[in-house]
């Protein structure tokens, strides 16, 4: 494990240097090329993803359309918690955004490690309250707000989403075609 991914999971809790070699053995890294799944539709979720570099998108398919739901940049982690939980197939794909690196740990091993570890079961949680809060943020940004106003809010928020996700995907995450975006980018 690097010392960036180190640093992650060290601001989320104080890690024993034992727990810090038990995660370390136990995480898988991978290089994603843009495209490159993580998770398919139809897949069970079994790993939580944390992103070094690049990003991840998750996004469902509509009637042939893909609809973007959520975007991981680096630092965060990104999952499926219903179907990781339960066992169901996922109804939303986890791919690369750009070509990217992420480490992937097993749920279950997460979870049999939290049982062994202390400060290992205060990470987990702490990863699992993140993904709730920030899917809980991008829940609400999304039901809350109007298109024209999800844009302005990420414009003040969030400007690396606008600098880096491409055109269409970040119309399909606001809720809005491609021209409609382009109108509102032109009106600033």
Not at 47 to 63: A, H, I, P, S
Not at 86 to 107: M, N, P, Y
Request: with cysteine; net charge positive; proline share 2%.
């Amino acid at each position: 494990m690097n010392e960036k991914i180190l640093e992650y999971f060290l601001q989320l809790v104080p890690l024993s240097e034992e727990s810090i070699a038990i995660l370390t053995a136990n995480l898988e890294h991978k290089t994603l090329e843009k495209g490159e799944a993580v998770l398919k539709e139809g897949q069970i979720c079994t790993d939580v993803y944390l992103v070094e570099k690049g990003y991840l998108r998750t996004y469902y398919n509509k009637d042939g359309i893909e609809i973007n739901i959520h975007f991981n940049f680096e630092g965060t982690f990104a999952t499926y918690l219903k179907s990781s939980k339960v066992g169901e197939a996922s109804a939303f794909t986890i791919e690369a955004g750009e070509k990217s690196e992420v480490w992937i740990l097993s749920r279950q091993k997460l979870v049999d490690l939290s049982l062994l570890y202390p400060d290992i079961m205060l990470l987990s949680r702490r990863v699992i309250s993140r993904i709730l809060v920030d899917t809980s943020a991008n829940n609400s940004l999304l039901r809350i707000y109007s298109p024209a106003e999800r844009y302005q809010y990420i414009e003040k928020n969030n400007p690396q989403l606008l600098q880096r996700v491409s055109l269409s995907h970040m119309a399909s995450y606001l809720g809005m075609t491609r021209r409609t975006l382009t109108r509102i980018r032109g009106k600033k």
